[in-house]
């Protein structure tokens, strides 16, 4: 079983900066994919930016040189450094992890950008 928790959400105005950390626990390996989606109100759920396979990352057109990701494989821990906010960030963003054809999911944190 793996098990993931996220950490890190909360309000920020336009322009700020928030980080956001996944904890993973159980049967991980640092190649399988894990990274971040999110899902705004009424909007599908989308990918943000994830490690595709080891260290190969791939990010959302929108997002590309203002959100980083990271993996700290010791920890089992995936991160995600979110720079100039704006308001269309605004969504809950969700950790998963892939093990072959199963995808875990975490449940989520909500990231608010508003002034």
């Known amino acids: 079983q793996v098990q993931l928790v996220e950490s890190g959400g909360g309000l920020v105005q336009p322009g700020g900066s928030l980080r956001l950390s996944c904890a993973a626990s159980?049967?991980?390996?640092?190649?399988?994919?894990m990274g971040w989606y999110r899902q705004a109100p009424g909007k599908e759920r989308e990918l943000v930016a994830t490690?595709?396979?080891?260290?190969?990352?791939v990010y959302a057109e929108s997002v590309k040189g203002r959100f980083t990701i990271s993996r700290v494989n010791a920890k089992n821990t995936v991160d995600l450094q979110m720079n100039s906010l704006k308001p269309e960030d605004t969504a809950v963003y969700y950790c998963?992890?892939?093990?072959?054809?199963?995808?875990?999911w975490g449940r989520g944190t909500r990231v608010t950008v508003s002034s």
């Open positions: 998963k992890y892939r093990s072959g054809l199963v995808d875990y």
């Open positions: 159980g049967s991980i390996s640092r190649i399988n994919p």
């Open positions: 490690f595709s396979s080891g260290a190969t990352t």
